[in-house]
């Protein structure tokens, strides 16, 4: 019942820019919840699903050291939406990015991760 939606991938060229969105909504039957940790990964062509950033509800932020300097995470707590804006695009970016979200559930006081359809970003040479 709860939804994280991503929009904002595309085709670009090498040295361009995308803006990803990722904004949560519904609601779980029974209980109330509050998202804690929200963040991005990614799939490219033959690896595994790796971290890209992550962002805490308070701001923290962490990110792989294969984009740090060039993307940057960001978040509305009052919409629940996740940004991350990535500058000076790579060939190797390219790959299915997915928003993650991290939900506190009130009861029974558990954390419960959920996840995003997914967004194809295409970097080309």
């Known amino acids: 019942q709860v939804q994280l939606v991503e929009s904002g991938g595309g085709l670009v060229q090498a040295g361009g820019s995308l803006r990803l969105s990722c904004t949560a909504s519904?609601?779980?039957?029974?209980?109330?919840?509050?998202?804690?940790?929200m963040g991005w990964y990614r799939q490219a062509p033959g690896k595994q699903r790796d971290l890209v950033a992550t962002?805490?509800?308070?701001?923290?932020?962490n990110y792989a050291d294969s984009v740090k300097g060039r993307f940057t995470i960001s978040r509305d707590n009052a919409k629940n939406t996740v940004y991350l804006q990535m500058n000076g695009l790579k060939p190797e970016d390219t790959a299915v990015y997915y928003c993650?979200?991290?939900?506190?559930?009130?009861?029974?006081?558990?954390?419960?991760?959920?996840w995003g359809q997914g967004t194809q970003v295409t970097v080309s040479s």
């Open positions: 962002i805490l509800s308070g701001g923290l932020t």
């Open positions: 993650a979200a991290d939900l506190f559930v009130v009861t029974p006081g558990t954390y419960k991760r959920h």
């Open positions: 519904g609601s779980i039957p029974g209980s109330v919840f509050s998202i804690s940790g």
